[in-house]
């Protein structure tokens, strides 16, 4: 933890006045377990192939909603709905693919 300046008088000041504990020792301390403490999360592999799994599942829904609506077996709503987000999905993949190639030639550009 932070120890706060003594010698200037500045933080003995400020307490919570129902104990009487210094604010900024707390809010320090506060802030010294957060950083202690590392919040572990899926990395960006994961993340990378559970977005394509989810664009592929997304792709798979708009082809078989289609031959289901041309078999008649699901109405024009349900077709037009999961085709326009498997369009939706392709877009956003394109556009994710074209940042990640510039991003690519950008690197290859760079003098070492």
Sequence with gaps: MINPIEG??????????????????????????????????????????????????????????????????ANTREVVDAVMEAEQTLKTATAFRDKIVAAYLDVTKMQI
Excluded at 47 to 71: F, H, N, P, R
């Design 8 to 73: 200037l008088g500045l933080f003995t000041q400020q307490t919570d006045g129902a104990s009487g504990d210094n604010v900024i020792s707390k809010a320090l301390g506060a802030v010294a377990n957060v950083a202690g403490t590392a919040v572990a999360g899926p990395g960006f592999g994961e993340i990378m192939g559970s977005m394509a799994s989810d664009a592929v599942k997304s792709l798979k829904g708009g082809e078989t909603a289609s031959i289901a609506g041309i078999q008649g077996k």
